[in-house]
């Protein structure tokens, strides 16, 4: 093909959901190797990188306090942190990953991206308004609201960490072998490049950049599928029955790309992802933390709105998008790696793997420019989830571990935000070389596990904290702690990693998504170790509920919007 | 907020009603949410012919119409939400702000 010659980069590339292994299969990026500089696609990044490294100086010049620093002083509206959190969750892995499993699938791909988004209503009914109502910077200010500081604010610290962890290795991963397959830059300086300009963001501008970068990201993504989308609409006088009937016609399925296929073959597999994905959203640290960038919690509420929207009309987008591609790619063998005799399978043999659909299709209905454009989208996307991750994670290191626990809060800021910036550039150098390590590992269940994590130690605790009078410290902590153990040695003893990764015969643990055990595990451990606990500590804890429960419902007392 | 501002609060009838219909409303919507994203799983899961039955003679089948509804019924369960939050629930939060101030 043209201006995207020939790239292969590493299985395992855009995977997040360890129980999906096998639809990935289609979408293995088989060897290794770039392609020739992409000069159109370069020049667009730049563009995007000079817009977002002036609003980081910007935004480095308005963050004084640590309220501006971890959430950019309460500021942002409504409308903004939905598009922000829009931009925080679509990554680069839904975009490709999605539109490449509808092309490869058909209507699998729809299934499974609906599981992305069924988690943000849960978010707003449960959670939001509460977490606004209680917390300043961190999810963990909320479980210590009346809980222990100390082994609470610890927990917290290792699920965020844990959860960001998994998610970054993920995305660096990614991020390496996408840019070499778009830009043509080698791998390590890929992955360098991305490491730095995350650290830039966070470090300089803290949260006030890193929401702009979500916000400007989201914008230029959801722009960019819709285009796509619209042209490939337009293609069929806008009548779906006619690109349906078109898309059945080319696939090599035919008309099994228009009922569900092996995706969930397994009832009990199947309920475990969607737990994962639907408790896990409302337990992933770097998502919580937007609550607090914003005034109240009617902003708080709006936001969930505005988010669940642009996510799931961007959903809606990649089920067009991966069906344009099938009408628009299959029959022509310039996006193919044809054999000498002329022929290919119109599945597997796509240049770059299934996963590079949306890339070519780009190409197909806006030219080389507009492959440049969304080849830089893609770039910009990466960035914008790592940036919303690192100062996650920063933020555990200084507010959590260092201000409360280290330093019993006798802390000033000045010395908070600096130690926070100091553990930005270490996470950073920390993802830099975790994701050079796992250059060719198999990362595909990395985001399954940060969603199992999320949704096994996070949510629980941050959910039974809230709603239930009874948590104590202890049951708290054991619960926490046994739902994070058991969610990642699950992982590890399941197919996806025991047989996969590590190459044994059989795996110890059937199922690849441990939510639905471990996070009944974690639930019960909460309650019970709180049941038990009879310290005359876990009888303060009991009696502070009232007044948590009344500043949680009603917002009176909360932290209110700062004053720029 | 202090201990006489806890018990006062938790006197209001307003915070009762407030609290008792919010949490009542959240929780009806989360088990909505719940039921339609697994009823589609569990559908695939048990049923998968009958999301491929076609649709009018043509190639689309329920699966489409049914999986958009799916995307759909979460934004319009928020909106719901965000709707009733606007219009009831904070006026009440606001007059039991009022009187114990």
Known sequence: ??????????????????????????????????????????????????????????????????????????????????????????????????????????????????????????????????????????????????????????????????????????????????????????????????????????????MVATTWVQIIKACLLLGGASFMAFMVLASFGFSPEAMFRSAVDIHPKHLAIMEPGGLVSDPISAISLGLALMFGTAGLPHILMRFFTVADAKAARKSVFYA?????????????????????????????????????????????????????????VGGSLFLGFISAVAFATILAVVAGLTLAGASAVSHDLYASVIAKGKVSEDKEIRLSKFSAVIIGIVAITLGYIFENQNVAFMVGLAFAVAASCNFPVLLMSVFWKGTTSRGALVGGLLGLASAVVMVVLSPAVWVKTFGFKTALFPYDNPALFSMTIAFVGIWLFSKIDASARARVEQDAFEAQYIRSETGIGATGALAH | MGDNDVLRIRREPLFRELVDKRTRFAWALSAAMLVIYFGFILVIAFAPKVLGTPIGGGVMTVGIPVGLFVIVSAFVLTGIYVYRANSEFDPITHQIKERVK
């Not at chain 1, 699998?108 to 308004?129: Q, R």
């Not at chain 1, 299959?330 to 996963?355: I, R």
């Open chain 1, 1 to 206: 093909m043209r201006a995207l010659s020939i790239a292969l980069a590493a299985a395992g590339l855009f995977a997040f959901a360890a129980g999906t292994t096998e639809c990935w299969a289609a979408g293995a990026i088989d060897g290794g190797g770039r392609q020739a500089l992409n000069v159109p696609a370069i020049v667009m990044f730049l563009i995007f990188v000079g817009l977002t490294l002036g609003i980081t100086k910007w935004a480095a010049n308005r963050t004084r306090s640590a309220a501006d620093f971890y959430a950019a002083g309460g500021g942002i509206t409504g409308f903004q942190n939905g598009l922000a959190i829009a931009g925080d969750y679509m990554s680069a892995a839904s975009f490709l990953g999605i539109s490449g499993l509808v092309f490869a699938t058909g209507f699998d791909g729809l299934i499974y991206s609906v599981g992305w988004l069924v988690g943000w209503p849960i978010v707003l009914f449960l959670i939001a308004e509460r977490l606004r109502n209680l917390g300043k910077y961190t999810f963990a200010d909320v479980v210590a609201f009346r809980l222990e500081a100390t082994p609470t604010r610890i927990l917290a610290a290792i699920g965020t960490l844990s959860v960001v962890a998994f998610y970054l290795i993920a995305q660096m991963v990614g991020a390496g072998k996408l840019i070499e397959l778009l830009f043509g830059l080698p791998y390590l300086y890929a992955v360098i490049l991305v490491g730095a300009l995350m650290i830039i963001y966070v470090a300089f501008g803290g």
């Open chain 1, 308 to 364: 669940t929207g642009f996510i799931g009309y961007f959903y809606i987008l990649t089920f067009i998008i991966g069906f344009g591609a099938i009408t628009l790619l299959m029959n022509d063998p310039s996006y193919f790696k044809v054999a000498a005799s002329g022929a290919y399978n119109k599945v597997t043999d796509l240049l770059g793997g299934t996963n590079m659909a949306a890339i070519h299709l780009a190409n197909a």
